[in-house]
Structure formats: C-alpha cells, structure tokens
C-alpha cells in the first residue's frame, strides 16, 4: 500500500541504510525516527566535503580555509534559520536539545547566583523561594530534570500541568501559571503521547504574568512547519539528528531581546569581547552562546538536510504521516488486547505512537518485532512520570518519518500479533 | 519466529514468567535491595536473610519483562535455602553466562534452570533485564554483611 | 628537506584537504592545527559507515540498530581511553574541550547553590567567599573564562601564577596555591606559547592542600604520549578536533571517586536512574555527564582517528614534530626583525610558536602568508591575558602536525620575509 | 605578491597606514566610542562633536593592523568639518562597499580616499578591521544624540 503525498519509494532510495537488513537477512522496518532518523546521502556528502575542501577553525583564521570555513558555517545558520522563518542572528548551534534546554534553564540559576554577589542581571532571571517554574507532566526527561534542578539550586517551586485521560493537558490547570511563575516549558508535540499542545495559549499565558516562555520542539520541526514567531515563545529549541542532520547538534532560538539578556552559559573561547585575567565582557549572542571550536561540520550537514525537507516540502510530509498516524491509530485501536497511550484520534496528534498490550510487557513486543526487521523503541521513553501518569512502567512506541510507508505500520502490527500469539496472551 | 528468539524464549522461561516461583517479599530480610533498569523501568527487589545454618532465604518483588521477571524466579528458585558456597558459584556463573556472547558453555550445576538464559547473553539490551536480580541479590547480601570468599563476578 | 622521523610524503595522501590549492592554485601549507587538526579519510570513513549502516539512538532501543550503534559508541569510548591509558568508565564525550571544562567549573557552582538550598553535596566542592581557584596567566580563555564566572557566581577569589620573560611558569608563585584553594586548573601545553608546563608538581601542590587538579590537555594529548595517570590529575580535558578527529567531540577524563562525586552538569535523558515529576536520581559516571542523544558518529570517527595516531606511533610524530620546532625556532630567531613570544629552546616545548614582526601587525603577516598558501593563525589565539603579559596585541602563530614537513617551516619563513620587503620594514 | 592582496593594500592604505592623518582624540568629544576586534584585539576609540554650523569634527586613537589603522585615518579626514549629509552618504557608501564582495563601484564622491579599501571586500576577515571606526564613530554620534534621518547602513 501506498501513501498518496510522497513518493516514498523514490526517497527511500536517497537512505543508504534502509537498503540493508538485519537479523539474518530481514528487511529493515525503521519506526523509531522519534528517537533518532536515518541520514539522506545529501547530508553526509555535505559533511564529507567540508571536511575534504574547508576544514579549519571558524571565527578566528585569516587564511583562505578559515574564511570558507566560516562562511560555510554562518550559511549554514541562515538555511537552518530560514527553515523555522528566523533571522540567523538569532539562531545558537549547540549540541543537541538537551542542551539547549539546560541553556535556559542555567539561564535562572546563573542571573540568580550572580545577582546575589552583587552583580547585574535582568531581574527577570533571578530566582527565590516564592517564585514557580512551570512544565507539563508529558515533558521529556530534557525538558523536566533542568527545571527541578534550577529549583534544587533557588529554592523556587516546579509546577505542571497536568494531564487528561485521553492523553492532552488538562488546560483547567494552566491557573498554575501565575504571578510567582518565571518560566514556562512545555513540549510543541509529545514524544511518547503524540499529543501536539496548544503552545500558542500557553505561551500567551506566560507572556500575561511576565513569564519567559519556552517550546521543546524536537518532535515538531522535523514534521511540521513550525514558524518560530508564531508560538509565541520567547526561546525555542530542537534537535538536528530528528531532522535527517548529523549526531552533535541541537538549536536554540531565541527572540533577540530576550537572547541577550540572557547571561552566558558555557563560556571561553570565540564568545567573547574582551578578556583579562582580572574579568571578561561577551559577545552578542549568538557567538555569546558559542564558545570553543563548534560543529561546524554538523552545521553543514544539517544545512543539507533543511535543504532536502524543503526539497520534498515540508508540508507534504506533514501529510503523509498524518495518513500513517491515521492507518496505525486505525489498525492498533481494533486490535484485540492493545490499548493506545495517547490520543486516539488524529487531531492534534504527530506520529508517534505508544501502545501497550494485555499480558506483554513492552521490551518481549519489541524483541518480537525485532526479530521480524520492525526497529521499534519500548521502555519510558525518557517521559517516565507520564508513563506513571497512565499507570504503565513502559509503553512500545511506533514512529514514523518521510521513508515510512503503510506497509511498515502493517508490518509492525503483524509483529504484534505475533507476539501475542507466541506468549500465548490471545 | 527466528531461532535466536526461540532460543532467547526458552519454555522454561516461559513458564517461571507465567508462574513465578517464591514471588513475595522476605519477612525478616537482614539486607533487601531496590533495583530499576534506567532505560525501560524493569523493577526488582530482593531480600535476603541467613538461617543458623549459613543458608541463604531469598524474597523478591518485581515487575518488568519476562526476561528480568523470570531470572529472578529462577534465582530464587535455586538460591532458596543454599550454602554460601552454592550461591558463589551460581553468581559467578550467571554473570560469566551473561558476557558470554551466546558463545558460554552454561554450567547446569551451578545454574540450574538458569542455564536457560544462555540465548539472553546474544542480546546486548536483554542483559540487563536478565542481571537485575542478581545485582540485587548481590547488594541485598553486601547491605545484609554477609561476605563471600570466592570472586562472584568475572572480570568481564 | 625531509624530517628523518616519519614518512610525510606518504601519510600526506591520507589527507584529501592537502591536495587542494588556495589563493589561486597555491599549494596549501597548513600551519594551524593547534587551531584544528585536518582529517584523515579514515575518519571520514569510519562516520560515514556509521551512517550508513547503524545509525540509531544509543543506550535507548532494543532493536538491532540500536545493539549496534550502542556497541560502536561504547567501543569508542574503549578506544580513546586506551589511548591515554584510561579506564573506558572514566572517559565523559562531550561536544569541545570547552564543554569539559565548564563541566568541571559547574560541579562547584552547582554544589554551592544547592547547599545553599539544604542538598547534600560533596562539600569539598562547595565554596565561599574565603575559597579561591588557581589558573595560570597562560589559560586559553576556555581555562580562564569558566573560572572567572564560578566567582562572579559564589564570590570566591580568582587567582594566577604568573609568566616568566621567557614564556614559562614562575613556580616561585607556587604559594598562591593556599589552604583556601578549592581548585587548580592548567594548561599542559600552552596553545600560544607552546611552552609545556611542570604539571605534576603543580597537581601534587593541589593534592597537598586538598584541591581538585584539572588539566587542560587540548595541545599536549595530540602530540605526544600522556598517559592520564601520570599527570596526576582528578580531572583532564582536551578536543577531538585538534587529533584528527571529527568536529563536535570533546573528552573529559576523571579518577573514578571524583567523577562520581561531581553533581550532574547537563541533565536530560539518558543520565537518569529514576524519575518522578517530584525528583530524579542520577546513573553513575560516564552517562551522568552524557544527556540526551549524544555525539555518536563523531565517536566513531575519534576512534578511527586515535587508531590512526597508533598506527603511525605518537612517539614518532612527537619526535617528528620536535625537529620541525627545532628547525622553526632556529630560523625565526635569526630572522631580523622577528621576536618569538615563548621559548625559544625546544625543551619542554610543543610545536606552537607565537611569534610578532618589527612594524608589521599580525594580521598583515598573515595575509602575506595567506596570499602564498600558508595558513597560520593571527589574533590573540583565545590567550588575551598572555599577549598583554607580554605587551603584543596579537601573535602570528605557526603549527604543526604529523602532515607538516620542513619545507612548510621554510615556506612560512620565506612569507614572513616577503611581508617585511613589501611593507619596507626590512 | 597575488593581484588580490595588491589590491588590498592599496598604497593610500599603506600610506595612512604609515602617516597617519587627525589621529589623537579630540577635546571636548560630546559622544566617544570603544570599538574593539575580538579575534585580533584591534582598537580604536572615535570621538565626535558638531559645531554651531552642524558640522562634524573627529578625532580617533587606536592600534592594530594596517587596515584598521588606515581606515580610521581615512575616515577621520574624510569627515572632518563635514555636514551630516555628506557623513550619512559616507557611512552608506562604506558598508556598502565592505559588503560587495570584490564586486562594489565605490562611490569616490562619497569615500574619498575610502575607495582603496574595495580590495577588503574580498577578505571577510579583513572586512571587521576596515568597518572597525566606521562602527565606533556610529556609536559615538548616537551617544552623542547626533541622529541622521537617511538610513546609514544598508540592509546587507
Ligand atoms: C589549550 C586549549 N585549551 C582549550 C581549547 C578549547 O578547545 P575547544 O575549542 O575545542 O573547546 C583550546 C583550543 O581551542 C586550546 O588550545
Ligand atoms: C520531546 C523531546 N525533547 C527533548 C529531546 C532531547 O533531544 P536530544 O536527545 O537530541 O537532546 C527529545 C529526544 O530525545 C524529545 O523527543
């Protein structure tokens, strides 16, 4: 069976992996591109060739590779900004959106630590025991470990908003935003729910009571089209390796104002203005964010792969997979035995999607599965309070991506059966 | 099914999965440890207690997958009421069985049922869940100071 | 000429970027790899295979894609850390060396400001007003930076050991390592002065009055053998890309108790043992220092890089690249005009020399070495403080790797006379 | 020496370079501006202040490379008494000039001397040197509330 938006046949010849197979000759099944996609030959030529053409030291050489190094690097931040509708200025490379997460968040704790020295922040940063934090109970263990931490450093207090049954934020609690509350970070699209979130009155709610807001749009910008001002947030940030791009780079982007109000995270080399032993003034972000020698090979191949998204158009993937959610929600609902996690519909839902099955746990599903080619993730997903949340200790996950088509969701669901049939629970 | 999955899927684990032997929670336990895989939220809890005799008791609780759930049903099932001796050796063996590869020769003596999870050690992610109540075992005894001569893990 | 202890001619052709001309068919001298080190195409090979056949998220999946990606990256580890005569366990990848050292300066604010809060730290790690923190005055900004914000953070004091006329330590400052130092962070070998520093005894004065060691390995690890005990150290930082490795990897090294004693720095998946919307525990090191999708591909390739330098035997390339510092040192210094900022004897000297032109600025002696084909780095090389300490604004920087050979000294040599007969400074 | 570098170092460049002209701050500047070249640690600091008859005067100290020095002196004597018309159109012309990559028609009724940095263009390296007293002297006309109505920099 064929979607009807893509070609997928076509494109999947431009992923050298999915030719090869695994488990003694099966064809490769790949549903696990929430964790991580697979990489278009377009993406490594680019990172190939720079290494074999420009490789030097960006930002700092005088010599002719420096210069094309740095240019490859600075094109790169304006493809990937124009992706997401930004200005490149206000795009930070990082090295994944974890960290990128913790930027923000070491944002508070560092403007708090310093303030008490006497030094000078934007007060908007600094923290005490009175002030509240704000995330949601389907966050990924990135974009809920930062924030308890910053709390364990200030004293302030981590509230959520919690969820409903069928697998969406109960927006009856968002009153949890209030006056105390500093920050607001909440994920654009679940990873383990799939559940896509109404950031925009989120983050209106957090501009109201002078709250910085912040979107966790991993799973979102590699299958939608995300326009960074249109959320509403004040920082943004996502990961490369989700979006066809290398291992070793994440983003930030920021609203200009409120990126260089931010104190500096990770500090030394090629982020500075000027420097003694006696103190240091930094640069404008994003260099301010940047320091020591970056990945500038990661950035050329991530500029690769926007320009590969926008060649095959980001809104035809978006719906493409909206038919492979359609079919997978369809076929596991009817499943005897099999229970979605998440919402059941397609509205406001991306691809992935976690199920549970009577009488199986999730890893022997995915080790059937396995066996049969289908690559799978089980376990908490990095999402563990929303497995509690739903009373599961883990859930199977099925995720899709451009190269996906309907016969791999009916492949995986006929590892379930299978599954279930070999431990006897059907 | 392939035949390393079968192999992974031993009937006897299988069937200690199905109907665990010795479940419950030690009363009395002089050393009891908590253990979770990270990565998919396995849970185990042993304890453990010495009778006058310097045999070992042993209790669990757990939850998770067949693998981890059916290793500590095998574990206890073999351990209940052995010498410090037997279950030396049985903790040696178990976790020379796990670095094996698939390519461990499992020591019937040592190991009773728990040669059946030979097919675990040719998947890496498995290995875990099949280790984590012996990692318990082992903390449980070192909380309840009850020492070993003998080495109990390879160096591996 | 030739250099007697490697075959350069040969080892050049494994390096694609050194067949391309610059500047208009100028053949390319490449003299700044103490900025970033070119890369061998087995390197590029070794990513690109990862890519393209097992790509996945590491420590997460349970298919086989993920079996394999996670052994590649854990092989990785094994390989780098028996480079340096590690144990695996005790190597953390990070994204630069910068990325370690801010890891090693947080672990004292992180501890501090939670203290504050009532949590239970390590209190060697907790410091005050009293405490204070040794660097030296020949830091890379990455060594000084993040320890100039751990005070402006907790108001302990920064202080240096200071240079002698001749680019050195002077260890007759030795005692501003005190009873209140918290820790002593130092450059092996220093980026701009090549000078390669008494570490062990400096790291045996921080054991004597219970100060953690940290040692920035950036220029030493790649050009000579360092084994991680010997230094003596708790902690040791360095780059992939300055051996040969990809871009956006770093390492950090520590003895096992004081890795295991730092709190978490970046915090997210994958470095979790348990969690709750209400708190977290923490897995042992190396993941607790590893969260999110980390730098897979660029681990690979750092292996291959590192069984690369095997291949060839560190101990020859340290040789190898002695005699160019000798050559280079014995014909700058006799260059009229021409001052070296360092030492000027080869011994305990690493290939980086710093050196200024009478009446010419570094950025003009550059350019002239550019126009030719050479690339050589100008600027204050991210030493600031060393280029005030020794009155130049700025440095013209030559250096070297396995790939360089005599005649590149000659040719930079021959530019530097060629800058002064066209500025008419000779 | 390449064509490219020649025409890089024009020699006017050289020649400021070498004789400085109007360098030394002025008395009495009503707005001054540090600028400074993170990767190379080049310096100036331009000072400005209008006349009765609106017009500008200048004065610069700094050190660093021949590009950045001649540029300040370029500039010090192009602007020096002019009007602020005749500095807006400088202002423009110039960073247009540095953003044409080599391919610019420099302005010579608006750059003067400033036409012999087109070769700049080409280096982006070179291109922060060049623009270094232009942005100080920017800075110090906004902080001394000297506002000019045409757009100064272009969009590039
Ligand atoms: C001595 C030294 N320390 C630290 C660094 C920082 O390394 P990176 O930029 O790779 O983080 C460098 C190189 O730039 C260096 O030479
Ligand atoms: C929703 C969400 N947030 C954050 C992350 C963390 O991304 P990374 O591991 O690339 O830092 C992920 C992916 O793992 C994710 O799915």
């Known amino acids: 069976m064929m979607s009807t938006a893509l070609d997928v046949s076509r494109l999947r010849k431009d992923f050298p992996i ?26 490594l030529d680019a990172e190939r060739a720079y290494y074999e053409t420009s490789n030097a030291a960006v930002h700092r050489g005088a010599h002719q590779l420096a210069e094309e190094a740095t240019d490859a690097y600075e094109s790169a931040r304006a493809a990937i900004a124009g992706f997401v509708g930004a200005r490149a200025e206000d795009i930070v490379f990082t090295k994944n959106a974890t960290e990128s997460l913790n930027l923000a968040a070491y944002a508070f704790s560092n403007a708090t630590a310093k303030a008490a020295q006497g030094g000078v922040v934007d007060p908007r940063l600094v923290l005490t025991p009175e002030s509240s934090v704000v995330v949601t109970e389907m966050e990924h263990h990135a974009n809920l470990i930062p924030w308890q931490e910053l709390c364990a450093k200030t004293g302030a207090q981590l509230r959520w908003i919690g969820l409903t049954e069928d697998g ?12 105390t509350t500093a920050a607001v970070s909440i994920v654009h699209q679940s990873n383990i729910l799939g559940t896509i979130n109404p950031v925009r009155s989120i983050m209106d709610r957090a501009r109201e009571v002078g709250a910085l807001g912040i979107v966790d749009a991993c799973q979102s910008i590699p299958h939608m089209r995300v326009n960074v001002e249109d959320l509403g947030a004040d920082l943004l940030t996502w990961s490369g390796h989700k979006m066809l791009g290398p291992t070793g780079i994440g983003l930030l982007w920021g609203r200009s104002d409120v990126l260089n109000s931010l104190p500096p995270f990770l500090t030394g080399g090629s982020m500075i203005e000027t420097v003694t032993m006696e103190g240091s003034t930094f640069a404008p972000a994003p260099q301010r964010f940047e320091a020591g020698v970056p990945m500038v090979a990661q950035a050329v191949g991530l500029e690769a792969a926007v320009r590969y998204l926008d060649g095959v158009g980001i809104e035809a993937i978006e719906q493409h997979e909206h ?14 035995g099999v229970r979605v996690i998440g919402p059941e519909s397609t509205v406001d839902r991306g691809s992935a999607i976690s199920f549970v099955v009577d009488g199986l746990h999730p890893h022997d599903v995915g080790q059937v599965l396995d066996d049969r080619g289908v690559a799978v993730r089980v376990g908490h997903h990095c999402a563990w309070p929303t497995c509690r949340r739903y009373g599961v200790p883990a859930t199977t996950r099925l995720s899709t991506y451009l190269y996906n088509d309907l016969d791999d969701i009916d492949a995986a669901a006929a590892g379930v059966r299978a599954a279930q049939e070999f431990f006897g629970v059907v | 099914m392939s035949d390393n999955v079968e192999a992974l899927y031993q009937e006897i684990i299988l069937d200690h999965y199905k109907h665990p032997r010795g479940a419950g929670l030690l009363d009395h336990a002089s050393g009891e440890s908590f253990q979770v895989n990270p990565t998919c939220g396995d849970e185990v809890t042993v304890g453990v207690r010495l009778d006058d005799d310097d045999h070992l008791h042993v209790g669990y609780e757990g939850q998770g997958c067949s693998i981890s759930q059916a290793s500590a049903s095998v574990m206890t099932e073999l351990l209940e009421d052995a010498t410090l001796d037997r279950v030396a050796d049985a903790e040696r063996a178990f976790h020379e069985l796990m670095h094996s590869k698939g390519a461990g020769q499992p020591n019937e003596d040592a190991l009773g049922d728990g040669i059946a999870f030979a097919g675990v050690s040719k998947y890496p992610a498995r290995i875990k869940c099949a280790l984590l109540p012996w990692v318990a075992l082992q903390d449980a005894r070192l909380r309840a100071g009850i020492e070993i001569d003998k080495p109990t893990t390879p160096d591996a």
Chains 1, 3 share one sequence.
């Not at chain 1, 030719?19 to 697979?38: H, I, M, N, P, W």
């Not at chain 1, 969406?168 to 935003?177: A, E, G, K, T």
């Not at chain 1, 038919?323 to 596991?332: F, G, M, R, V, Y």
Request: glycine content about 4%; hydrophobic content about 40%.
């Open chain 1, 323 to 336: 038919e492979l959610t359609a079919h997978a929600l369809a076929t596991l609902t009817q499943m005897p």
């Open chain 1, 18 to 43: 999915l030719e090869r197979t695994v488990r003694g000759g099966r064809a490769l099944v790949y549903l696990d591109s929430a964790a991580t996609s697979q990489k278009p030959y377009a993406v």
């Open chain 1, 168 to 179: 969406r934020l109960d927006m009856d609690q968002l009153s949890v935003i209030d006056d």
